[in-house]
């Protein structure tokens, strides 16, 4: 039986778990540096639809995730703030084994993440800011790793868990004006070996820029702001280690466009976003992607 | 029909209670550029003593801080709670209308 491998579809699902924008007006598939206020929490919850059905192999694999994440931030003081982010998977894989149609599936809490996000630099003007912001943290094996169905152990990806402790860190960057929104975030992950299994690290790419679509005119007060967003994320995925040896389908790199709308109260934000596949060039079978569409609700407290 | 020295009352105390308004105060915000961002400042305003209203116009990026009767608020106080909300103070000036 083919394995499914760790696609850079289900890395990318993973790591925007972690990482995801939680702040602020927008980016809605990564992270902003602007400030969460200290002494203010944030929550944001997600829901998530992954669909990955473009399989180059004869088990012609069908995978679906649908997955909430639920994040919670505290600004420690103007500059430091600190994440946490649990999510919850529901997992279902249909592939063809030796002729026969098969389907496995799991659900369950995930890896949970904690991360902090310093600002070091900060420009205000009137009406704008700029801001540049390092973030840093780890994902703890809190998902189950070890589920098994009538067919044995489930693969990795399905499995709730990775068992590993990973870590993560990068950089993001910020320029807002009352008119739009540009950020750019460059991040490294590091995942290490668990059940005789270590999934390649990862570096991404997400640029992200937002405009102002309502109201056109600003007359005073509070209103809130309807924003067209256009985000494009790049991740590189290193092979997969198993038993030691290179997994050669596995890992690859992948470029996403990702149109999306926001809704900005002073309060609470709605938005959603469609994450296609624009470019996929991935190792022998990996299991391609065909997209990835998230609702969010978020609000401060 | 109501006596009109009732209604005298009333007029005096509808009166007395605009002349008990503090003062007001517009405070320049530099960096406040999304809604999501000026709840943060509001509420930092909010903590400090004798702050009863607080109003952002968010294209002039400006917050109006009204105080209660008796109180009052220093530029010191507004730049340690707009720079806990991560922005800069630009100006601090009482208003000229009560």
């Known amino acids: 039986m083919?394995?499914?491998?760790?696609?850079?579809?289900?890395v990318f699902l993973t790591l925007t778990m972690g990482v995801s924008s939680v702040v602020d007006a927008v980016p809605i598939t990564?992270?902003?540096?602007?400030?969460?206020?200290?002494?203010?929490?944030i929550f944001r919850q997600q829901l998530r639809w992954l669909r990955s059905s473009d399989d180059p192999s004869e088990a012609d694999r069908d995978m679906r995730v649908v997955a909430t994440i639920s994040v919670l931030g505290y600004g420690v003081n103007s500059k430091l703030a600190v994440?946490?982010?649990?999510?919850?998977?529901?997992?279902?894989l249909e592939m063809n084994r030796s002729g026969t149609e098969i389907e496995r599936d799991n659900q369950g809490l995930a890896d949970a993440?904690?991360?902090?996000?310093?600002?070091?630099?900060?420009?205000?003007?009137?009406?704008?800011?700029?801001?540049?912001?390092?973030?840093?943290?780890?994902?703890?094996?809190?998902?189950?790793?070890?589920k098994s169905d009538g067919f044995g152990r489930l693969p990795a990806p399905l499995q709730n868990g990775t068992g590993a402790w990973d870590w993560f860190g990068g950089a993001v960057v910020t320029y807002q004006t009352l008119?739009?929104?540009?950020?750019?975030?460059?991040?490294?992950?590091?995942?290490?070996?668990?059940?005789?299994?270590?999934?390649?690290?990862?570096a991404r790419l997400d640029l992200s820029w937002q405009y102002r679509l309502w109201p056109r005119?600003?007359?005073?007060?509070?209103?809130?702001?309807?924003?067209?967003?256009?985000?494009?994320?790049?991740?590189?995925?290193?092979?997969?280690?198993?038993?030691?040896?290179?997994?050669?389908?596995?890992?690859?790199?992948?470029?996403?466009?990702?149109?999306?709308?926001?809704?900005?109260?002073?309060?609470?934000?709605?938005?959603?976003?469609?994450?296609?596949?624009i470019y996929q060039n991935l190792n022998g079978n990996a299991l391609k992607n065909d997209q990835i569409v998230t609702t969010s609700f978020r609000m401060n407290f | 029909m109501i006596p009109i020295r009732a209604l005298f009352l009333l007029v005096l105390m509808v009166a007395s209670s605009a002349w008990a308004q503090g003062p007001a105060y517009d405070i320049g915000v530099d960096g406040l550029s999304c809604p999501f961002c000026a709840y943060g400042i509001e509420k930092q305003l909010h903590?400090?003593?004798?702050?009863?209203?607080?109003?952002?116009?968010?294209?002039?990026?400006?917050?109006?801080?009204?105080?209660k009767d008796g109180s009052t608020l220093d530029r010191n106080?507004?730049?340690?709670?707009?720079?806990?909300?991560?922005?800069?103070?630009?100006?601090?000036?009482?208003?000229?209308?009560?």
Not at chain 1, 30 to 41: D, H, Q, R, S, W
Not at chain 1, 113 to 128: C, E, L, M, P, S
Not at chain 2, 47 to 67: H, N
Request: with cysteine.
């Open chain 1, 2 to 10: 083919r394995c499914l491998q760790w696609t850079p579809a289900f």
């Open chain 1, 179 to 202: 008119g739009y929104q540009l950020d750019g975030q460059f991040s490294y992950r590091h995942n290490r070996e668990a059940n005789n299994f270590d999934a390649g690290d990862e």
């Open chain 2, 77 to 98: 106080q507004a730049m340690k709670a707009v720079k806990k909300a991560g922005f800069s103070l630009r100006s601090f000036e009482q208003s000229e209308e009560k």
């Open chain 1, 30 to 41: 990564f992270n902003t540096a602007l400030p969460v206020a200290e002494g203010e929490f």
């Open chain 1, 83 to 92: 994440f946490g982010v649990l999510p919850y998977g529901d997992k279902t």
């Open chain 2, 47 to 67: 903590k400090l003593d004798g702050v009863e209203k607080v109003e952002t116009d968010i294209e002039k990026a400006v917050v109006v801080v009204r105080v």
């Open chain 1, 113 to 146: 993440t904690v991360f902090a996000r310093y600002t070091f630099w900060q420009d205000n003007i009137r009406g704008r800011t700029f801001r540049l912001a390092g973030i840093g943290g780890f994902t703890a094996p809190t998902g189950d790793d070890d």
């Open chain 1, 217 to 277: 005119k600003l007359s005073g007060g509070v209103p809130g702001f309807f924003y067209g967003v256009l985000e494009a994320n790049y991740l590189h995925q290193d092979k997969n280690q198993r038993g030691g040896q290179s997994d050669e389908n596995s890992g690859g790199d992948t470029v996403w466009l990702s149109p999306g709308l926001q809704y900005v109260t002073r309060r609470w934000v709605l938005e959603a976003v469609v994450q296609k596949p």
